[in-house]
């Protein structure tokens, strides 16, 4: 009898790669024993990590330039800890301080949430795409850090996605975990909202996750997501911190001075050359993430005892010294980008300027395509697969003498961006919206059907890192259930709001929880894509398996 039809525990990791933070540990665990940040410093294959960054002074044409994106070497190694400090900086002098060729990367993509990659196509990697190697890079460096002696070929992976990941997605999701440097022996893709009903010990309800770069509405009945529900809003943390930045510039105790300093440069007495863009805007971005997480920089406006707290003005202290004085209309102002519609102008704003990338992603994907003599292979999307190159690649790496084995089909991320198309489509037309949050949640329900509709206003589970925000425990719980209340009792008076969520240290890794709750049940043993069935069936068989 296999190990997964028998009953026993199996010691599954449950993972989840969010755009702020990646959470891995053992399911059955009641808090995942690592949490550590996605958005990384990257380096490729053949970049010297401690050599200066070349700066190249000629100018290419725009043709070079795509030639140069398609050249793109896979990405090798990942840093973790480039926050407050750069990261080669083995020299004694911080003069001498630099970041070397490391840039940096995410997995996620801001623009949609999900693992896709509209630039890059690495052609050593036989075609695969940055955010592949980091899944990979991301799960390995979980495994090594936290999982003790936990090899990934040991122990079945549920990860969890997107409720509105795309097919070709999940499908290449698949082949990354089965094959590459991972070789799982059985993976199963699950729903963070599904498994954030779970986590509140429910199987139907409107989950609302209020991530780092975009709040997703979900509503989930008996276990399923409802796809014609979700709805999903650009505005997250990141959003507010971007915000934040701008308070702490302007009301900076010494007006008219230059925007703070980060912390890599107070500490050196500014002696440390100041990163390279993206690298010091981060560790600004580092600075507010901190005036939020305090309580200081966002504020909810409930109408609770929680107002005369909020209220007051706001001490926040730089990391040079200096206390900046937050006053509470700014605070509420940066809730309300997510949660009132007094910031509808801003939000119209920032919808408007996703749309155009995601316009942008959608044709850019149609003209690669009409000069692909390949595409033909993938006009149905289940037809997406291996990448030949890099199968071979990897799997020689591991073990040399092994035979390398025949592609199943060819991948290439340019192929996958097209099979994409029509997905990017449905959420740039129905999921993207520039509602406040209480509307989103009753679109959502509304969208249902009628007689689903009261469990799911039932049943509002709130999940993520920004469902934390103050000033108190309670604050967007209570918040969501007055609105929510006040906009139905319009229509259904009799229908009562009930919003689920665990305490402040669970609220973040709510999916997580749900995860670990699911890997762990001996009934759940069966539900596996075991290697034998991947290599049966090919990747397709996530659409069948996993629902
Ligand atoms: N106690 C807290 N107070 C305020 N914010 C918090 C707290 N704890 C975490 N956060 C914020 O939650 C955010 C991360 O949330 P979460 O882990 O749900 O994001 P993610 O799942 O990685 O992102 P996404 O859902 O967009 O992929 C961060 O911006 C972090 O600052």
Redesign the pocket.
């Known amino acids: 009898m296999s190990i997964f039809s028998s009953g026993d525990p199996l010691n599954a990791i449950v993972c989840?790669v969010?755009?702020?933070?990646?959470?891995i540990g053992f399911a059955g665990e009641d808090y995942p024993r690592a949490y550590f940040r996605?958005n990384v410093a990257a380096i490729r294959e053949g970049d010297d990590p401690n050599a200066p960054k070349t700066k190249t002074t000629t100018t290419t044409s725009s043709n070079d330039d795509q030639k140069q994106k398609e050249k793109r070497r896979p990405i090798v190694d990942l840093n973790y800890d480039y926050y407050n400090r750069p990261i080669c900086s083995r020299a004694s002098d911080p003069k001498e301080w630099h970041d070397g060729n490391w840039e940096t990367q995410n997995p996620?993509d801001a623009t949609t949430?999900l693992w896709y990659d509209p630039h890059s196509y690495n052609e050593s990697s036989g075609g695969g795409a940055d955010w592949y190697d980091q899944l990979e890079l991301m799960v390995q460096h979980g495994y090594k850090t936290s999982l003790a002696n936990a090899q990934p070929e040991n122990h079945p992976f549920l990860l969890m996605e997107?409720s509105y990941n795309p097919p070709p997605i999940r499908q290449q999701t698949l082949e990354c975990l089965f094959e590459g440097a991972l070789q799982m022996p059985a993976v199963f893709l699950a729903k963070?909202a599904t498994l954030a009903c779970y986590a509140c010990g429910r199987t139907t309800g409107t989950v609302v996750?209020?991530?780092?770069?975009?709040t997703?509405v979900t509503p989930v009945y008996e276990g399923y997501v409802e796809t014609k529900g979700i709805h999903r809003s650009p505005v997250?943390?990141?959003e507010m911190?971007e915000r934040i930045l701008q308070t702490l510039d302007h009301f900076g105790s010494k007006q008219k001075q230059p925007p703070f300093l980060p912390l890599y440069q107070v500490k050196h007495n500014k002696s440390t050359p100041r990163r390279a863009d993206p690298f010091h805007h981060l560790a600004r971005l580092y600075v507010a993430?901190g005036c939020?997480?305090e309580?200081v920089g966002a504020a909810v406006d409930t109408t609770s005892t929680a107002v005369a707290f909020a209220a007051r003005n706001a001490p926040f202290t730089l990391p040079d010294g200096q206390t900046v004085n937050i006053p509470p209309n700014h605070r509420f102002a940066v809730a309300n980008l997510l949660l009132d519609k007094d910031e509808q102008e801003r939000r119209d704003e920032i919808v408007e300027a996703r749309k155009k990338k995601l316009s942008s992603y959608i044709n850019d994907a149609n003209a690669n395509s009409d000069n692909d003599k390949e595409t033909k292979v993938f006009t149905d999307a289940s037809a997406v697969g291996i990448s030949s190159t890099r199968r071979g690649r990897k799997r020689q790496a591991s073990s040399p003498k092994k035979e390398t084995p025949q592609p199943k089909t060819s991948f290439s991320n340019r192929l996958l961006q097209k099979a994409c198309i029509p997905y990017l489509q449905t959420y740039l037309e129905e999921h993207l919206t520039a509602s406040p949050l209480p509307a989103m949640v009753c679109d959502a329900a509304y969208r249902c059907d009628r007689d689903q509709q009261p469990q799911l206003l039932g049943n509002v589970v709130l999940?993520?890192?920004?469902a934390?925000?103050?000033p108190t425990e309670q604050a967007v719980p209570d918040f969501l259930r007055e609105k929510v209340e006040t906009m139905i009792h319009a229509h259904t008076p009799g229908w009562r709001v009930k919003v689920l969520s665990p305490g402040?240290t669970e609220r973040?890794?709510c999916s997580w929880l749900g995860g670990s709750i699911l890997g762990s049940l001996g009934t759940f043993h069966e539900m596996w894509i075991t290697r034998a069935e991947y290599e049966e069936y090919g990747t397709a068989i996530v659409n069948r398996k996993c629902p």
């Open positions: 989840d969010g755009q702020y933070a990646t959470k996605s996620v949430g997107k963070d996750d209020m991530g780092y770069g975009g997703t997250g943390m990141l911190d993430q939020r997480e309580g999940a993520g890192g920004g934390c925000l103050g402040i973040k890794v």
